[in-house]
């Protein structure tokens, strides 16, 4: 075991809440240290994007939140000042801000523990028509929604940057200031600043589907080439940006195979002039040095996984064209042949075109359960949902949901079925255990819902050998959920979460237990974090599907690991609970007012 990656298990047991100890935070609020939530970099060129209104917003009816799951079949954005403005305005800017007892406080699209915002979030770009007269690289303010100019570069540059990559590409990349999240959850602020990032991830691609776009993850990157794209190398101290990813963002239309940029673009960005000064957060900070090396401890280093699948494919693309010739040349006469050919060379030319896809690349559009409730979907404006979302604060325990919005909420979480999960670049590792309290014809208790079907002899084995196991009867049969326990349980689903009563009061509340001990094992310490990008990504997609029903959602970053994990009679390492996430139906906000996100 490498020393990376016995640190970050002993960062990852030492984070775990137990029901007799708390993992380590701050003894109190130090409310004059709390970091500035949003960073601005004095002295930089301020392009200010365009601001749509909540009127505005209302009438826009197209697209419908159905079709960000089939991007492929709406017509591409041209990039331009505009498409780059609602972009960043349906992903990471404010969207609501809200008042009580004369404090007031700003709501974004991207979700975030304790809303502390951890994120950062860069453009990397060619000439942006209306925008951007150079490539460039800048940081997304989204107090005033604009973008600051960090750097320029030169055509030659961005002509090696996006080589290789679809026409229409541009860059987006992520960071993470953990002092924000550790001032006030502690330690376990590195876990919940992962969860940000993979709801940051689906909140981009969310907004980029609706505008014709899809987004693909560059896991083949290494966190210091990011950080040299991105301008934050070499920072230190405890407001300093830690680099998470970088992702493509093109044309639905097109297909993106490469997992990096190449280390010749990334060389030439090392002698940038870098803009801007870096605003103060705090006045003062407490270290946590165990968040620091859990951090460094997953850097990763670059590879080559998907240039090494790219030749992979192209090798056995071409050993099934030269087999298929063969056989249709000994079965078939001179006119087939000449038929197959034809079919043949326009199938593989297309193949070609699209270039080899992965794992999480085989689904274009969303596959229709058995069981199919989407059909109301398709009047609902994505934009609405998308800027609409927000965290419940309290639920309704009286209220029911029906059974197929439970159905079509589980399958569009099969990864199989749905694009939004191409950004995840390794595949998935989650399944949902489910307490249900409150669905219409199915059983409170404890359920398992398999992402993936073919891990189903091996969670059996992994858990309790008296759990039931039994499919309930009115279940589409191509979902793999199952009854374990039969039992009124939401009381015991509110304790393992911290005891916070919204995951009883919800209808079903779902814990995210996560393959562990092989990942780590098969890809290093680096992988960790991915992990909870993976929970993220989920629960950004329950929080707008439940949004879309007229429920609403709520993130769980705090619960008791260890004991779920006993309750269930899991063992060791092989899977890990790694993020709650509720959805029920909301009670108002008393006494609190919402204002618009920015002044007209």
Wanted: aromatic share 12%; glycine share 6%; with cysteine.
């Amino acid at each position: 075991m490498t020393a990376e990656l016995e640190a970050i298990l002993a960062y990852h047991q030492a984070s775990k809440h137990n029901f007799k100890a708390y993992a380590p935070g701050p003894y109190h609020l130090d409310l004059p240290l709390k970091p500035d939530p949003f960073l601005n970099y004095h002295g930089t060129q301020l392009f200010n994007l365009e601001i749509w209104s909540d009127e505005r917003i209302k009438t826009e009816t197209f697209p419908a939140y159905e079709q960000a799951f089939s991007p492929e079949k709406l017509k591409p954005y041209e990039l331009s000042e505009k498409s780059i403005s609602r972009l960043f305005f349906d992903s990471f800017a404010i969207s609501a801000w809200k008042r009580a007892e004369g404090t007031k406080w700003p709501l974004r699209v991207n979700p975030s523990s304790g809303n502390l915002h951890p994120t950062e979030v860069y453009l990397l770009s060619g000439p942006v028509k209306g925008l951007l007269k150079n490539p460039s690289v800048c940081h997304y303010a989204p107090l005033p929604h604009a973008l600051e100019l960090r750097a320029e570069f030169s055509p030659e540059t961005w002509e090696l940057l996006s080589s290789g990559f679809p026409e229409g590409t541009f860059f987006v990349g992520l960071s993470s200031i953990f002092w924000r999240v550790s001032w006030k959850y502690g330690l376990r602020a590195f876990r919940y600043a992962q969860h940000d990032i993979g709801h940051a991830i689906a909140a981009l691609t969310f907004a980029a589907a609706g505008l014709g776009w899809k987004t693909s993850l560059l896991a083949d990157m290494g966190s210091e080439e990011i950080a040299v794209l991105l301008g934050i190398s070499g920072e230190k101290g405890p407001e300093k940006q830690e680099p998470a990813c970088l992702l493509a963002v093109y044309p639905a239309g097109k297909t993106c195979t490469k997992g990096r940029i190449s280390s010749g673009a990334v060389s030439a960005f090392k002698n940038l002039s870098w803009e801007g000064v870096p605003n103060s957060l705090s006045p003062g900070h407490v270290e946590w040095v165990s968040i620091e090396k859990a951090a460094s401890s997953a850097q990763k280093k670059g590879t080559d996984y998907f240039e090494k699948k790219e030749e992979s494919n192209e090798e056995s693309n071409e050993e099934s064209n030269e087999e298929s010739n063969e056989e249709s040349n000994e079965e078939s006469n001179e006119e087939s042949n000449e038929e197959s050919n034809e079919e043949s060379n326009e199938e593989s030319n297309e193949e070609s075109n699209e270039g080899p896809k992965s794992y999480m690349q085989t689904a274009s559009s969303l596959q229709t359960s058995s069981f199919v409730n989407l059909s109301k979907l398709d009047k609902v404006p994505l934009r609405g949902v998308i800027r609409g979302r927000r965290s419940a604060i309290e639920m309704n325990n009286s209220a029911y949901l029906e059974k197929e919005t439970f159905y079509a909420m589980l399958q569009r979480t099969l990864p199989q079925n749905n694009p939004i999960f191409n950004s995840l670049a390794f595949g998935s590792f989650t399944h949902l255990l489910i307490f249900v309290n409150r669905v219409k014809d199915i059983l409170p208790g404890l359920y398992i819902f398999l992402r993936k079907p073919e891990e189903k002899e091996r969670f059996k084995a992994a858990i309790r050998s008296d759990f039931l196991w039994e499919k309930p009867k009115n279940c589409p049969s191509d979902l793999e959920f199952y009854l374990l326990m039969e039992e009124t349980l939401d009381y015991f689903a509110a304790q393992l979460s911290c005891t916070q009563r919204k995951a009883a009061d919800a209808c079903f509340t779902a814990c995210m237990l996560s393959e562990f001990e092989e990942p780590l094992n098969r890809f290093g310490a680096w992988i960790y974090p991915y992990l909870f990008w993976e929970c993220g990504v989920l629960g950004q997609l329950l929080y707008l599907e439940a949004e879309a029903y007229g429920l609403r959602g709520c993130g769980i970053g705090c619960f008791f690991d260890d004991p779920l994990h006993e309750a269930i009679g899991l063992k060791g390492l092989e899977f890990q609970d790694l993020y709650h996430f509720a959805v029920g139906y909301p009670l108002p906000e008393i006494g609190v007012i919402t204002l618009p996100a920015y002044e007209e």
